[in-house]
């Protein structure tokens, strides 16, 4: 593909305080053979105008202005025009650290993978003070053909699939299965979506056990922080999405309830709540609500030794769940949302 390794798709709206250090990170990269797409999505201050000022210094960068349609939006028109051989993304207020290209590059081409994961390190910050950290790993691995049908609810439930920015992707791999962002998603669920739909069609994923991207959370300014008025529509749709992906690799829930039971706490019905503490719902609603989704999960048999091998923090929600201690399950996520 035009002797192009790596092609980097870096959505791009309204982030000039912050954009200038990530685009340096990717361009200071000892790596030969790679573009930054940065695709300027409508934004109102000088997003733009920096995102050119790059384009005109440096031949690696590749500069598109799109009217304002999400990042969802973006990032698919960024594959419409990427010439790698793999894709990275990376959103434009993180920062990726040395050796991001080279190293899975090489990891990608060593195994022939279809999709390489890497470590991060997620920030968050109020203002410019750092509140709290969490650090990702994955122990190193290459997981091959049927055994990511057996490992596929496991791996979902692990965070394999929550974002796309420490991934790489082969790209003739994207555009043979048809994959892309499902525009439905605005305000997170995105990565978990596409993430999920990837590893479904994939025959090769080589895991990296070294982290290369820094991801900062901001509240007030990143999207993910943001009030969602669809956000009960958006975790019904990931939820479809689980389903879809399971039937897909043959899957029933009754073949792996534990994992299932928390990957639908985790993802839906927890989701589900946290928004509805943010909006001061009355108790009554919320213990309605609860009553209302069981559906998916009341009649799974499971074992709570096995949820707790997973996550003890998810197996206790979840088996609160399951036993109806609504009052309890409602006192401590209000503890954690306040």
């Known amino acids: 593909m035009n002797g192009i390794k790596v092609s980097v798709i870096m959505p791009v709206y309204n982030s000039e305080k912050y954009l200038e250090k990530c685009v340096d990170s990717i361009l200071e990269q000892e790596f030969d053979g790679f573009e930054l797409l940065l695709i300027d999505d409508g934004s109102t201050d000088k997003s733009g105008e920096i995102c050119d000022a790059y384009e005109k210094k440096d031949n690696r960068v590749r500069v598109f202005h799109v009217s304002n349609s999400g990042i969802c939006n973006a990032r698919n028109f960024g594959l419409s025009q990427a010439n790698g051989e793999y894709i990275a993304f990376s959103d434009h207020d993180d920062f990726v650290m040395p050796g991001f290209l080279k190293d899975n590059y090489d990891y990608a081409k060593e195994n022939d993978a279809d999709i390489v994961k890497f470590g991060r390190d997620t920030y968050y910050l109020r203002g410019d003070d750092v509140f709290k950290r969490n650090y990702r790993r994955f122990c190193k691995r290459v997981i091959k053909g049927e055994d990511i049908r057996n490992e596929f609810l496991s791996l979902r439930l692990r965070d394999s699939m929550s974002c796309v920015w420490d991934s790489f992707i082969r790209n003739d791999f994207l555009k043979t299965n048809g994959l892309s962002f ?14 999920s739909n990837c590893f479904v069609h994939a025959n090769v994923i080589a895991y990296n056990d070294k982290a290369y991207y820094e991801h900062y959370i901001r509240y007030g300014y990143s999207t993910s922080t943001k009030p969602d008025n669809n956000k009960l529509e958006k975790l019904t749709h990931l939820h479809e999405n689980l389903n879809e992906c399971m039937h897909l690799l043959n899957i029933s829930p009754e073949d792996c309830p534990e994992e299932y039971i928390l990957i639908y706490i985790k993802e839906f019905v927890y989701s589900a709540l946290s928004y509805y503490y943010s909006t001061n719902k009355r108790k009554e609603e919320i213990i309605s609500f609860l009553n209302r989704v069981r559906k998916p999960v009341t009649h799974l048999r499971y074992s709570s030794t096995k949820m707790m091998k997973y996550s003890l ?8 769940y399951m036993k109806k201690k609504y009052q309890l399950l409602n006192f401590i996520l209000r503890l954690k949302n306040r």
């Open 182 to 195: 499902n525009s439905i998603y605005t305000k997170g669920g995105e990565d978990i979506d596409f993430s």
């Open 313 to 320: 923090k998810w197996a206790l929600l979840s088996i609160m």
